[in-house]
């Protein structure tokens, strides 16, 4: 019974109050229970290329959201932050995915490669969601809010103004920060690109 | 481009630009950088990019979205689930993938579907809940719903359903395909609304309609599924977790409450009915769900509300008008936000349908004397052609009768409605709040004050009655512990079980033929009858089950193919043989518990899907068998072991992968073999027939073991099979067998030190050990071996008072040791080791045991006793050699006193007989030598 009792919800839940009081290693614990959760549902639900087609990934955040945290927080900053760490992690299950399928394609390997052949083997496609991945990291460097906006957005399924409220600026400066990281982002892939 | 002053100033110009017309910026640009080549170049490049990058972050990772998981598709197809072999993946849902599944054995040609729950991060609690809930839900038969026949755990662990396959079309594709007109739609879901009916009258609330879960088959027959399973499946003792089952991919039709985590009620289905409806006749889905953030999805269902049916097929002016009106209000009624603003029940909302398709009023609708008129007008057409005189009279009485009508049916209604709502909640309440006893009593108390209103108010209401009867079932359930994590307080749990028989009797009374009622009054007996023999009332328990015994034996005698009457019998019989066992009355336990088994395997043939039963018969098998064997009737005991073999060996062969029937199957060759041929318990001395059973045993054994090294207990139980086979072999193979058993149980007991089986047969394995080198004249080895079984037994945790067979082998092992011991003349550690087992039986004399198992321990000690010192006198002269022998006479004496109580004992077998004869014998030998040495 006592597995029962001390449900999943109850320890995110607590780990998220933790982690607001400032728990570093709250954060730690957090964040493995959430990343499983989301390789999880999306293993689960975008297996089906029907699902994937209609699916956003921001669905698997809510529904992870809606899984693993037991009662609604009371507050908004709680609820916020779950959204911030599960969007920054989806991204994680996005780019590992595409990374596990290059591997799987090469691993399963259906024409043999002569031995020349595979020691040059080039790094092999460059998944597109790696190139975002990328770039998205190269921003944050120059500018991490602008890369936080993107993921919440994207990644998290925020609106504009959850956005707002979750970084503390107000909407139109989302908007802005939006335009300029788009921008920037296409840029970035594009020049790697060609 | 990292200096944070620089990007500022980029970020600066590139928003400025962004407000100029494309023309201008260009120039701009140029004045605004001065001849800061670098940095206008910058810029610029960002509104080129500017330009093409609507879209791209967004589109790049809903490409990643599609392109998930098609790296990696599990072979599923001929993967083996209990009895079933997978054909095709069916669908995908909130909680797991369903497949179209066919038994694998020829005998029964039936597809089933099969849901696989996606392990999730409490599986533990799925199961254990799944295990509770599993019966209600099989307990489901309605011909729109589909059944769930059986379920468990596969291989792998991974909890799965097996359910009736429906080959069908979602409700609302159906509708679409035959393009069915607004009436026939109508009545296509009346049905579906009878079925939800149904089970809420069982306390169970589906949670998660849908058009994906109303299919309709190949008749035309809308079938229901996954009813009460998005629970079973997902619900935590947090309420909250009843939002799970909203899940992202149908919020379309979840109510407020379970968007915002509040608790789901038979209200909840009445939304979602409602909102299947509204799709089902105007095509789109009542809520426009944009986002998928919890923010949005509040707003969405839980704020904004529902475009009336008719606007919402505003494009459609002839199909608007069929809407507006009495459908716009059912439906508006059947989504209010507030659960208790809806239709107080679905039958309610199924009844005022009928009226709109009968052209009556319906109760959603607002009084008005115009409305009333204009449906009066319809409904009588042509007796209001003929007059207006006559038609206005009609008018007004049809009017007055119709309120009068609505009130009263309404009070009935409200009356049910919070009668089964707050059972509901009470049964809620009571099981997902954690600890808080208070509370959860305060609760169930009070919600046994408002039964007992409604019970004194039910006067002649058979239907109300018949449901409050439901509820304190439930209620009674709930209290005793008997499918919850246990209120614990089983006389309240018994009150309210003799409330609910109170309700049935007089509802039997007025229709001594009301099925529903008689099967629910034989549940109450046995239900009695568990709490009343967990309370140790035996006699109350025999006498409740009796009761239901007589009642199934009344049925049975109307029709003994009536299948639910078999299946009662069965469990009264096996309750009153499980009573007549604890009693002491060992022969009426073998011939009520044979009565079961002969009731069971009916049941099992009449039902063959239900694996449940078909374990059900070799559990009572075995335990038919080992109180057989313990009324000494070796030979019945034998039969029963055989035939529980012969069920699970065709069990094993429809499950080759199910981990607990080769299990039990292994068990069962093991009690044959024990009967036929082992020297440890009461047997026929059939050596090659005991190593028949045993190589099978061990067969089985190593499949598990070998199927799963890692686990402690297959490690076991291989050893025990190898230990097994190794006392019915002969040397030289014995002393290989027992050494690899030897291995095996020392592997599993440092693994898991505290379990006795494990134990007590390492034990016994060095016991065997010891004694073989005694035959090769190993005496050193002898001693180390017994010493070491004494070793086993003490390490880890002391020898439970109740463990006779740990207690037996303990006392073997001290008994023989000290013999090595005397013959080496080593007194005083001979003695120690004597000290030991004479301490331990010490123990289980203080607890008092009643069975002859037990108590032979004691005997069996005392005689050791006297073995020990009369060999020692032997080794002794004068003074020291009578004062042995009159220890060991003492000993002797003690030992055949306690076998003398034990003889007309129920359980005193031929194997205690000869064990007595033995001491009688030794007893014997000592006075002829006393005498002889005079």
């Known amino acids: 019974m006592e597995s029962a009792k001390h449900s999943v919800q109850e320890t995110v839940t607590r780990l998220l109050v933790d982690w607001k009081g400032g728990s570093k290693e709250a954060l730690d614990s957090l964040t493995p229970i959430v990343y499983n959760e989301l390789r999880r549902l999306a293993d689960h639900y975008l297996r089906d290329e029907h699902a994937a087609a209609t699916l956003q990934p921001t669905a698997l955040v809510h529904e992870a959201y809606m899984r693993l945290v037991a009662q609604n927080l009371p507050d908004w900053e709680s609820r916020s932050h779950f959204f911030g760490i599960a969007a ?14 290059i591997s799987a394609k090469r691993g399963s390997g259906a024409q043999k490669v002569s031995i020349e052949e595979s020691v040059s083997f080039a790094p092999g496609p460059h998944p597109e969601i790696e190139a975002l991945n990328d770039a998205l990291n190269a921003l944050a460097i120059i500018d991490e809010r602008k890369a936080r906006v993107i993921e919440l957005r994207f990644f998290g399924g925020f609106s504009a103004e959850e956005t707002a409220q979750a970084l503390g600026i107000s909407v139109a400066t989302v908007g802005r920060e939006q335009r300029l990281a788009e921008a920037w982002l296409h840029r970035e892939i594009a020049a790697h690109e060609s | 481009m990292t200096d944070p002053d620089r990007w500022r100033q980029v970020e600066e110009i590139f928003h400025k630009a962004l407000e100029l017309q494309e023309s201008e910026r260009g120039a701009w640009l140029e004045a605004v950088c001065g001849g800061d080549a670098a940095l206008c170049a910058e810029v610029s490049s960002l509104l080129d990019s500017d330009r093409q990058a609507a879209a791209f972050v967004g589109s790049k990772v809903e490409r990643a979205v599609r392109e998930f998981g098609a790296a990696v598709r599990p072979e599923i197809e001929g993967r083996r689930i209990g009895a079933y072999r997978l054909i095709r993946e069916l669908g995908r849902g909130g909680m797991g993938a369903v497949y179209l599944a066919a038994r694998d054995d020829e005998q029964y040609e039936s597809d089933v ?21 599993r019966q209600i839900l099989a307990s489901l038969q309605h011909p729109n719903i589909a059944r769930l026949f059986d379920g468990g755990s596969a291989d792998d662990g991974t909890p799965y359903l097996v359910m009736e396959y429906i080959e069908g079309t979602w409700i609302t594709k159906y509708a679409a395909q035959k393009d069915l007109t607004v009436e026939a739609r109508l009545r296509l879901f009346l049905p579906v609304c009878a ?34 399973i998005s629970k079973l499946l997902h619900s935590t003792p947090a309420d909250a977790a009843d939002t799970q089952d909203v899940g992202m991919m149908t919020p379309d039709y979840a109510s407020p409450e379970q968007i915002i985590g509040d608790p789901v009620t038979l209200m909840s289905d009445v939304y979602s009915l409602g ?21 949005a999805l509040e707003r969405a269902i839980c704020l904004d509300e529902i475009t009336p049916l008719s606007a919402a097929v505003r494009n459609d002016p002839p199909l608007a008008r069929r809407l507006a009106g009495d459908l716009d209000n059912i439906l508006l009624r059947a989504m209010q936000k507030q659960p208790e603003r809806r239709y107080p029940s679905v039958e309610q909302l199924a009844e005022d349908i009928r009226r709109h398709l009968d052209h009556q009023p319906v ?39 119709i309120r009068e009508a609505r009130i009263a049916q309404q009070h009935a209604q409200d009356v049910r409605k919070l009668a089964t709502t707050f059972v509901f909640d009470v049964e809620q309440a009571a099981r997902e709040l954690p600890g808080s006893i208070a509370v959860r009593q305060l609760v169930t108390r009070t919600g046994l004050e408002y039964l ?62 009301d099925r529903q009622a008689l099967l629910d009054r034989m549940t109450v007996s046995h ?49 009153l043989g499980r009573l007549r066992q604890l009693s002491g009355d060992l022969g009426r336990a073998a011939d009520e518990i044979a009565t079961g088994i002969r009731l069971l395997k009916q049941l099992s043939a009449a039902r063959p899907e239900e694996r449940e039963t078909i374990s059900n018969i070799a559990a009572s098998q075995a335990r038919l068998g080992s109180i057989q064997a313990e009324l000494g009737r070796r030979q019945q005991a034998l039969d029963s072991y055989r035939d529980g073999v012969s069920v699970l060996e065709k069990q094993d062969l429809n499950f080759p992968n199910n981990v607990h029937v080769s299990r039990e199957l292994m068990l069962a060759y093991a009690h044959v073999g024990d009967t036929l ?36 207990r297959a490690t076991s139980d291989y050893g025990i099979a190898l230990l097994r086979l190794g006392i019915a072999t002969s040397m030289p193979e014995k002393k290989t067998l027992l050494e690899q058993a030897h291995g095996f149980l020392e592997g599993a007991a440092i693994r898991n030190p505290k379990d006795s089986p494990t134990r007590f047969h390492n034990a016994w394995s060095e016991v065997e050990l010891g004694d073989l080198s005694l035959v090769t004249d190993d005496r050193a080895a002898a001693v180390r071996y017994y010493g070491m079984a004494l070793n086993t037994l003490q390490t880890g945790q002391a020898i439970e008072p109740t463990d006779s067979s740990s207690q037996r082998w303990f006392v073997l092992a001290a008994g023989k040791l000290a013999s090595e011991l005397v013959r080496s003349n080593d007194r005083m550690a001979a003695l120690a080791a004597l000290e030991k087992a004479l301490q331990l039986v010490e123990r289980v004399e203080t607890a008092a045991p009643q069975s002859v198992t037990s108590r032979s321990v004691m005997a069996r000690a005392w005689q050791m006793a006297g073995t020990v010192y009369a060999a020692l006198a032997e080794r002794e002269r004068g003074a020291q050699r009578e004062r042995d022998r009159t220890t060991a006479r003492d000993w002797y004496r003690k030992s055949m006193e306690e076998w003398k109580k034990l003889e007309p004992m129920q359980g005193f077998t031929g194997l205690r007989r000869r064990e007595m004869e033995a001491t009688a014998a030794e007893q014997a030998a000592l006075d002829a030598s006393t005498r002889g040495s005079r």
């Open chain 2, 677 to 712: 041929g082992n020297p440890a318990y009461d047997n026929f001395d059939n050596e090659a027939g005991a190593r028949a059973a045993y190589s099978k045993m061990r067969d089985v054994a190593k499949k598990l073991h070998e199927a799963d090294s890692a686990d402690a």
């Open chain 2, 452 to 513: 007992g209103n409604l019970s004194r108010g039910s006067a002649n209401d058979w239907d109300l009655k018949r449901e409050l009867a439901t509820a304190y079932l439930r209620i009674g359930e709930v209290q005793g512990g008997a499918e919850t994590s246990n209120l614990g307080d089983p006389a309240a749990a018994l009150k309210s079980y003799h409330d609910a028989q109170e309700l049935l009797d007089s509802v039997l009374m007025h229709s001594p033929g």
């Open chain 2, 275 to 295: 909102a299947v409806l509204y799709e089902l006749l105007s095509k789109v889905r009542p809520h426009r769900i944009e986002q998928c953030t919890p923010l």
């Open chain 2, 113 to 133: 579907a099969i849901k696989l729950v996606h392990p999730g991060l409490d599986t533990d609690f799925i199961l254990r809940r799944f295990r509770r809930e």
């Open chain 1, 88 to 101: 920054h992690l989806m991204r994680q299950v996005l780019v590992d995915n595409a990374r596990r399928r």
């Open chain 2, 363 to 401: 109760l959603a609708r607002r009084d008005s004397f115009t409305y009333r008129a204009s449906k009066f007008v319809r409904r009588n057409r042509l007796p209001v052609a003929l007059g207006g005189m006559v038609a206005a009279s009609l008018i007004t009485g049809a009017g007055v009768s």
């Open chain 2, 195 to 228: 079925a939800v009916e149904y089970a809420h009258r069982h306390f169970i609330v589906h949670r998660d309609l849908k058009p994906g879960n109303i299919l309709i088959d190949r008749n035309g027959v809308p079938k229901l599924l996954d009813f009460g």
């Open chain 2, 527 to 575: 239900r009695e009858s568990d709490l009343h023999r967990q309370m140790g009332q035996l006699p109350f328990a025999t006498e409740a089950t009796q009761d239901g015994l007589r009642r199934a034996e009344a049925l049975l005698a109307a029709n003994p193919a009536d299948i639910d009457a078999v299946q009662y019998g069965a469990v009264f019989h096996l309750d």
